[in-house]
């Protein structure tokens, strides 16, 4: 067997029958798939803590913090674009690829087809829908499940195909947006620029830093005041726009074409030591740091040009997120051709436990950072600047650590993993070991 295929602890007799309806059992999990999983569910909580503990806007702009941005404002900022920001959401879009062809094939395997898979996906838009709406505005389920359903027709390309188009799928959504990004930029700058736009597109885009400032009191008091009933009628009347932008926009731009290389990725062996570990690793320090470099480098100049918001704007969401591919798979080489031998240390086996229960993670963390910030429970939205997010971020990650491996210990899969499968079986299976 595969070095980096996990056996299970035990005989799994409710999942050994091997029909159409039924779940693979534990005994079949790729422990790299686990592992990588679990280092991005805890970079993503990293990259999320600013939009869960401040106004949407300070996210990629210091300047609408409350009261301002500090010189540590600054300095987290800088740090989380170069380390944080885009490459673990890249990373994570491409595991999400790889467990869509998984599950598929597995499902090919027992006579069922893509029919489950859609199913499987529905249920988890079901989820994005509850994340986004009422619990937090940020959510990435809806995305995936999208993606997901946009890569259905293609699972059966060849894998050359596959990655062809995930290629050009996401290099095409990211020169639209750079070249959005990067004309409101040339507009906000340029007044003879502007002058040939129509006269509401031109206001629209000099009031946009001022409107951003203006929001920043709206949220503190939605977010930071007001009752958890204002907040959901709120996201329902106001916001429903940006979970239809998830589902489309979105996939289309980015996440689709992510997705479509992981899927390619998987079938290459890339997680499952089908590759030449030598040619992975020197690959992989490549992408790492090479991407990482050119983002140092792009991620100055805010600094330099006194932190534009247009300038900010297109160098965090356009132009850092270039290296957002050669990162993500740079890191994902070098974990997966180093799995095998991580998941048995004692700190490699929590990651591997985290990763087996990414979405309780993921979605607990909502939870949970919803009651810690929002008025109606602590009360601590705004409260805290960059550098002091970092310690929640710390206290969070020291618990999904803490807790995933001896929940494995005593049940099947984690709480929200068994939701979900049974909701897709349409059967109700044990959870206890």
Same mark, same amino acid.
């Given at each position: ?21 039924e ?40 300047e609408?913090l ?54 499987r996906l ?5 989820f ?22 946009? !890569? ?5 390309w ?6 062809? @188009? ?22 906000s ?22 409107? !951003?400032?203006?929001d ?5 008091? @939605? ?40 899927i ?24 790492l ?6 983002t ?44 095998p ?12 436990? !985290? ?44 618990a ?34």
């Amino acid at each position: 067997m595969n070095a980096s295929v996990a056996t299970a602890p035990e005989p799994d007799p409710a999942f050994g029958g091997g029909t159409p309806d039924e779940p693979t059992g534990t005994g079949e999990r790729i422990v790299t798939l686990d592992l990588i999983r679990g280092v991005a569910v805890l970079g993503i909580l990293f990259a999320n803590i600013t939009a869960f503990g401040q106004p949407v806007t300070s996210y990629f702009w210091p300047e609408a913090l409350p009261g301002g941005a500090t010189v540590w404002d600054h300095a987290v900022w800088y740090f989380q674009l170069v380390f944080v920001d885009h490459k673990f959401r890249g990373l994570f879009s491409l595991l999400f690829g790889a467990g869509v062809y998984l599950f598929t094939e597995r499902a090919w395997a027992r006579g069922s087809g893509r029919w489950l898979q859609f199913r499987r996906l529905a249920w988890l838009l079901v989820f994005g829908a509850i994340h986004y709406f009422l619990i937090w505005h940020g959510d990435i389920l809806g995305t995936y499940a999208a993606s997901g359903m946009m !890569a259905l027709p293609f699972l059966k390309w060849p894998v050359r195909r596959q990655l062809r @188009l995930g290629i050009l799928m996401y290099v095409v959504g990211s020169l639209v947006f750079l070249a959005g990004f990067a004309g409101a930029y040339v507009v906000s700058v340029d007044p003879a620029f502007a002058a040939k736009l129509p006269p509401d597109m031109a206001k629209s885009i000099a009031e946009a830093p001022a409107k !951003a400032l203006a929001d920043t009191p709206k949220d503190i008091k @939605l977010y930071g005041g007001d009752s958890y009933p204002a907040v959901v009628r709120h996201m329902v009347t106001e916001e429903a726009g940006g979970f239809l932008g998830g589902l489309t926009l979105v996939p289309l731009m980015e996440t689709f074409g992510l997705v479509m290389i992981g899927i390619a990725l998987y079938r290459f062996g890339f997680f499952s030591g089908g590759l030449d570990p030598v040619k992975m690793r020197k690959w992989g320090w490549r992408g790492l740091i090479g991407g990482l470099a050119f983002t140092a480098l792009v991620a100055i100049w805010p600094f330099t040009s006194g932190w534009p918001f247009f300038g900010t704007l297109l160098v965090f969401n356009e132009i850092a997120r270039l290296a957002q591919v050669p990162i993500a798979l740079g890191l994902a080489a070098l974990l997966a051709v180093n799995a095998p031998r991580l998941a048995t240390t004692a700190l490699g086996s929590r990651f591997v436990a !985290a990763g087996r229960m990414a979405f309780s993670n993921y979605l607990g963390t909502s939870i949970l950072m919803m009651f810690v910030f929002q008025g109606w429970a602590f009360g601590l939205f705004g409260q805290f600047h960059r550098p002091g997010l970092m310690l929640i971020v710390f206290a969070v990650w020291t618990a999904m650590l803490l807790w995933s491996k001896p929940w494995l210990a005593r049940f099947r899969y984690g709480p929200l993993e068994w939701v979900w499968r049974c909701l897709t079986y349409w059967k109700l299976f044990p959870l206890r070991r």
